[in-house]
């Protein structure tokens, strides 16, 4: 199971308004918990990669609790804008590599499918593409930053 089906699991049981799901398969096992506004997920990988230290894995947790909504005037004024969020936990990376220039900046066009940054989850870098086009407003997020599931990276003004 890669990394994109637990995330497609994680948004499926958050939406069907289910209060607790445990998936077991023969290499990992899964148990996602949701209620209250919070979702909890523990991640378990009992078999260790052939290409990974024998060390014993480390569970995961995540917990996404709500954030408290912003201030009305700012709500009014970024309403108009499309919020990019992050699919994972992570590392948040503006740029490929050190020497490489950042993905995007502050009034880049972007189209559906184009590379914006990079989450780094387990040692393993993810490339986050946009899924809405139009041009880049405002980077919420400081390079090299820890985020969470669904936490706003960009706004988007789609016009």
């Not at 445990?22 to 991640?43: A, P, V, W």
């Not at 948040?92 to 989850?121: H, L, M, W």
């Amino acid at each position: 199971m890669d990394i994109k089906e637990i995330q497609n699991l994680i948004k499926f049981v958050a939406k069907s308004g289910a209060s607790e799901v445990k998936l077991e398969m023969e290499d990992i096992k899964i148990t996602i918990k949701t209620g209250s506004g919070k979702t909890e997920t523990t991640i378990v990988q009992a078999a260790p990669m052939s290409n990974m230290p024998q060390s014993a894995p480390a569970p995961v947790v995540q917990q996404v609790a709500e954030t408290p909504a912003p201030a009305k005037a700012a709500e009014s004024e970024d309403s108009k804008y499309i919020t990019v969020k992050s699919p994972i936990i992570g590392t948040f990376y503006r740029k490929p590599a050190p020497d490489k220039p950042n993905f995007v900046e502050v009034g880049t066009d972007i189209s559906i499918g184009d590379t914006v940054c990079v989450i780094e989850a387990m040692k393993l870098f993810n490339e986050i593409e946009s899924e809405v086009s139009g041009k880049i407003v405002k980077v919420l997020v400081d390079d090299s930053s820890p985020v969470e599931f669904d936490q706003p990276l960009f706004l988007v003004d789609p016009s």
